[in-house]
Each structure stands twice: as structure tokens, then as C-alpha cells.
């Protein structure tokens, strides 16, 4: 057995970031692609990125805004949204304490997109529901 060292800080990094891919594939069923593509279109992570689109906003205002969202839902998705690198959380040492949400480079980007979508979505409402009840009256 060789006495080998441990790699340094500086090659443990080039070795984790080679395993980690360039891309993702959303068809690849285990590519981590897609646990991005539930936190961003889940119906509470769209909303909640395309609101703090307007700025920052404490738990509270979210909630208000976001409106018929628990406040166990809005958490996780705050919290998911967070660990993807969208949403940056600051929490501040005062009495009562304080924390802001708001976007971060790559959440201001991701909501862009989920804003055209769900801008798309209000302005296309009356189509959609001409479809159902067409399909309704089919069946």
C-alpha cells in the first residue's frame, strides 16, 4: 500500500465539478434537471418567482400575495427555490427578527420566463376554457 495524500482543497473541487454536468436532460429520468422543472413550475414556485419579480418581499407579504398558499407550502418552496440558486434569503439580527426574500441573477432569469408563461396563461384564459367546455360538451 502506498502512503499517498489526501488531494487538496483546489483538486477536490476540479473533481467534484467534473462529475457535475454542463447540461441537463429533462428526459433523462434521473438527471437533476427535473427536480429544477418541479420547484420552478410547481404552481407556488411560479408565483412566488414571477411576485418577487417586483422586488423584494418579507414571508408575510408573500403570503398575502400569493394568496391560497399555506404557510407550510410557501417554506418549502421558499426553501427549495433557495437551494437552487433563485431565491436569496437575508435574515436580519433585530427584534423581531427580519428576513427578506428576493431574486437572485439566475431567479431574476428563470422568473422572466415563468412571468412570459404566466402572462400567456391570463391573457389565453378565455381560450382554454372554450377548449374545456368544448371537450365537456363531447364527451
Known amino acids: 500500500m502506498t502512503d499517498r495524500k489526501k488531494p487538496g482543497l483546489l483538486a477536490q473541487a476540479v473533481a467534484k ?3 457535475q454536468p454542463e447540461t441537463g436532460n429533462l428526459y433523462a429520468p434521473e438527471c437533476p434537471s427535473r427536480g429544477v422543472l418541479d420547484h420552478v413550475t410547481s404552481r407556488w414556485g411560479a408565483l412566488v418567482l ?15 400575495e400569493v394568496a391560497g398558499v399555506s404557510e407550510k407550502m410557501l417554506a418549502q418552496t421558499l426553501q427549495s427555490l433557495e437551494q437552487d440558486g433563485f431565491v436569496l434569503r437575508e435574515v436580519y439580527p433585530v427584534i423581531p427578527p427580519r428576513v427578506d426574500y428576493s431574486l437572485t441573477p439566475l431567479g431574476r432569469e428563470v422568473a422572466g420566463h415563468m412571468e412570459t408563461l404566466t402572462d400567456w396563461i391570463e391573457a389565453n384564459l378565455a381560450r382554454v ?11
Open 17 to 19: 465539478r467534473a462529475k
Open 50 to 64: 414571477v411576485v418577487l419579480l417586483e422586488g423584494t418581499r418579507r414571508f408575510s407579504e408573500l403570503r398575502r
Open 129 to 139: 376554457l372554450q377548449a374545456r367546455e368544448r371537450h365537456a360538451a363531447r364527451r
